[in-house]
């Protein structure tokens, strides 16, 4: 829709969408009529709307209905929320015969018990068209117009009335839009209906008669209303005019006229209006437009939810399709061999988790079934590990038993240190009051770098004395988590560069051979300021990083977020709902990955950067804990698509985190809550597990990739590896999770369809094959699925537990086939579904 200052609006359309719907949280528009038909639905709040002389309230969940070139105006009372939609008459013209001898008279709030029902249907079909909208899903366009229509269909059946007068004469359109214009242009001066007369040559009682009768207003009523709405406008967002002042400014005669116009329009003071409406006064704000004001979209998308039907699984009903991806796989192309380096890392939270003990029968499991070789996690240096306190006299005392604990457990399992080194010790922090996380870790640079830089050398001279130089030598020292960000180092740049310096030759005096890595930072925070200025101060003092951590979370407002004073609450409050809306924004773009890694890796070598490691130290879907999403087979396509269509890309996919026992917040009591991990409590392995498990078993040679599958070769036959993915929907990106809740999470995602892959395998070799299946999807491999199944129990017995596990693993089919002259594979998945088959030789 296109406002202008002009009273009258030419709604513009385009080809896909011949009709306008947007969301407004609306303050006054002046008098105006278009050419199209209007609807409003009221979501919230209190509206008063006139319709030539006739005046309507409108209260939450009332739809008005305005017919073409009919002048109205409408005027918001309180805060509210409404959604418009802008119907054009030719688009009418074409799918309705004889429209344009139909008038609707169509109002909820006089609409008797009889249009109760048919109400009711409008209200469904419009809460539908704006979900659609929003959500933006295949062939979204289409079923807007299906729903519009019925829409019609409704009106045309319940509330169609004759033509009536109170439509604009269109025979007088070209000079009531003169006459208009010229008002907009002048209507800071001292304007009046003798001067508008002698340009029309008109007698001034002739024109009188026809702007009172065209427009539902005289000529003075008609002019107070566009300096008011313009004074308004001011008035939201000038701090440094008086109310005297902009009321003279746009025309008023003095500050009288405009308080009595205003009063009388609004029902309060502007002194009154400006508090209630405007921003914080010491906020500089971006200037919109007085008509709508700013509001939370997604809280407007919140509310159409109660307005929808849903099926008994509480989720909207819709039909998938099907699509059918067809090559064909050339198996004896030599390919390229594969180092899957994504198992090289996995990680957890603190360092003092990896002593709890279920967090270390996670990381048994995990070793079992999808071998890692590094465990990354921070806090070496917390509290809770007990490294460092100094005694009655200020001396330090060190103690390494818990880190001793931890790294003969590690050890032991096949998984070595991937230390990040941090935080600080709190008898070493130069300022106690700076923290972060439920569990607490220091932030502030240390009171002396010295000091510092003692634990440091005794830290490593302890390691290297009980596990050996070699062994040290091997592990990777991370320094500190995302010191960009004011939650995580509270110290200035130079201070953290020099902290950084001091480490750095700290170690390299004790070996060459430590792997000391930079910082930790995240890649899809887009200025990128911090690594440029970290990466020049390392080149100018010769301490460049041996390797290169990197870490995404897919939010496009991260950079606002993490900036806040909010930031530290977020981890620090159960439930944080209250932040929920702050961190919307996660990013539409379902390869935001693959081309967030194309631009660090390309902003690398600008840098001469390219011949070092770079590793993925953290990555999730997203930075929230308790994001209900996670717990579902959603996570299993999310990371099995990122992994394979970035293979070897790096050296290293740290997915953030394995396990939901993770003390960054307060743990929840429920099983499923949105933790990041892949293992829930009580060791119950998620379909993100799943998912790592299929993925250790591709081979070592890339045969072929294409859009949802991969085939590899190696241990003895052939991998395919086929995968659904579904990104979320427009809506649920904007942060509106109102359409999931705890036993329904699957409605926030869009293009859902089933795939079905049709490979022609060529050259496969003859013979006899043992063929395995493995298929993650909601029925096996997901034990979010199967604990709603189960009827979602609060709390879990043993045997319920038990019962989860056993029944959450993978499909696991197995067949014996004889093959000859090559075979057609098919692989049929649903939504967020994974499946790996395994074509292994028999050899008799």
């Known amino acids: 829709m296109v406002l202008t200052n002009s009273i009258f609006e030419l709604i513009e359309t385009n080809d896909t969408l011949p009709f306008d719907v947007s969301l407004h949280s609306v303050n006054y528009v002046p008098s105006h009529w278009h050419n199209s038909v209007e609807i409003i639905f009221v979501l919230s709040g209190h509206l008063e709307v006139t319709v030539g002389s006739q005046n309507h309230s409108l209260m939450e969940g009332d739809v008005l209905l305005i017919n073409q070139c009919h002048v109205h105006e409408v005027i918001g009372l309180d805060m509210n929320i409404i959604a418009t939609f802008l119907i054009p008459v030719s688009y009418l013209k074409e799918h309705i015969a004889g429209i344009e001898s139909l008038n609707f008279d169509c109002h909820s709030g006089t609409a008797g018990s009889d249009k109760r029902s048919a109400m009711n249907h409008m209200r469904q079909l419009l809460a539908e068209i704006v979900l659609l909208k929003y959500k933006r899903g295949e062939a979204y366009e289409l079923e807007m117009q299906v729903r519009m229509l019925g829409v019609f269909t409704t009106l045309i059946k319940q509330f169609k009335v004759q033509v009536a007068s109170g439509a604009m004469n269109e025979k007088y359109m070209e000079r009531m839009l003169r006459i208009i214009s010229y008002i907009d242009d002048h209507y800071k001066e001292a304007i009046s209906l003798q001067t508008l007369a002698e340009r029309e040559y008109l007698s001034v009682p002739y024109l009188s008669k026809f702007f009172s009768e065209n427009i539902g207003l005289n000529f003075q009523s008609y002019v107070t209303s566009i300096r008011l709405k313009n004074t308004v406008e001011d008035l939201l967002h000038q701090d440094d005019m008086s109310i005297a002042d902009l009321a003279q400014t746009h025309g008023f005669p003095n500050a009288k006229s405009f308080y009595a116009a205003f009063k009388n329009r609004y029902h309060m003071t502007p002194n009154e209006y400006r508090r209630q409406y405007r921003p914080d006064l010491h906020e500089k704000k971006e200037k919109s437009s007085s008509n709508y004001l700013a509001f939370n979209q997604s809280s407007a998308l919140g509310i159409i939810n109660k307005y929808l039907k849903r099926s008994q699984s509480n989720e909207l009903e819709q039909v998938e399709s099907l699509e059918c991806i067809s090559n064909v796989v050339d198996l004896s192309v030599a390919g390229s061999s594969l180092r899957h380096t994504w198992n090289n890392l996995i990680t957890i939270g603190k360092a003092k988790e990896g002593l709890h003990a279920d967090v270390q029968q996670h990381l048994r499991y995990v070793q079992q079934y999808c071998r890692f070789r590094y465990l990354r996690f921070h806090g070496i240096f917390d509290d809770a590990m007990m490294v460092y306190k100094e005694d009655e006299n200020g001396q330090p005392v060190y103690n390494f038993r818990f880190v001793d604990q931890l790294f003969d457990f590690l050890l032991s399992i096949g998984l070595k240190p991937f230390v990040e080194l941090g935080f600080m010790p709190s008898a070493l922090a130069s300022d106690r009051s700076k923290t972060i ?41 991370e320094f500190w988590n995302e010191p960009e960000l004011e939650a995580f180092w509270s110290g200035s740049d130079a201070e953290y560069m020099d902290l950084y310096l001091r480490t750095y030759e700290t170690m390299k005096s004790i070996s060459t051979e430590l792997q000391i890595g930079a910082p930790g930072c995240i890649i899809t925070l887009h200025s990128g300021q911090f690594s440029q200025k970290f990466f020049a101060f390392c080149r100018e003092r010769s301490c460049l990083p041996d390797f290169i951590p990197i870490h995404f979370y897919p939010h496009d407002n991260l950079e606002n977020i993490v900036q806040t004073k909010h930031f530290e609450e977020f981890y620090k409050l159960d439930p944080y709902r209250k932040l929920l809306e702050e961190f919307q924004g996660i990013s539409p773009n379902p390869d935001y990955l693959k081309d967030m890694l194309n631009k660090e890796l390309k902003r690398l070598d600008e840098q001469d950067l390219s011949g070092r490691e770079v590793y993925l130290t ?30 070897d890309r790096i050296d290293g996919f740290g997915y953030w985190v394995l396990s939901d026992n993770i003390e960054e917040t307060a743990a929840s009591a429920q099983l499923f809550h949105g933790g990041l991990g892949l293992i829930a409590q009580h060791g119950i392995p998620k379909s993100a597990m799943y998912a790592y498990q299929l993925l250790a078993k591709l081979g070592n040679r890339l045969i072929t990739q294409g859009d949802g599958y991969t085939v590899t070769a190696g241990e003895g036959g052939y991998q395919i590896l086929t995968y659904n993915y579904c990104h979320f929907d427009d809506l649920y990106a904007l942060g509106d999770t109102s359409f999931i809740n705890e036993k329904s999470r699957y409605n926030g995602f869009k293009d859902e369809k089933t795939l079905k892959f049709i490979l022609d395998l060529k050259d496969l070799p003859n013979g006899k094959y043992k063929v395995i299946t493995h298929t993650i999807s909601r029925r096996h491999g997901s034990s979010y699925d199967k604990w709603v199944e189960m009827g979602a129990p609060d709390s879990l017995t043993k045997e319920d537990v038990a019962y989860l596990k056993d029944n959450s693993h993978p499909r696991r089919h197995v067949q014996s086939l004889e093959i000859e002259g090559g075979m057609t594979f098919v692989s049929t998945l649903d939504p967020h579904g994974v499946e790996l088959t395994e074509l292994l030789f028999v050899y008799e």
């Open 437 to 477: 996380f439920y569990k607490v870790s220091y932030i502030s640079p240390p009171r002396s770098i010295d000091r510092w830089c003692q634990l440091i050398e005794v830290f490593i001279r302890h390691c290297i004395s009980r596990y050996g130089k070699t062994e040290v030598e091997s592990w990777k020292f």
């Open 618 to 647: 953290e990555w999730n879907s997203t930075a929230y804990h308790r994001e209900l999403t996670n717990d579902t087979l959603y996570k299993a396509a999310y990371i099995v698509k990122n992994i394979v269509e970035n293979l």
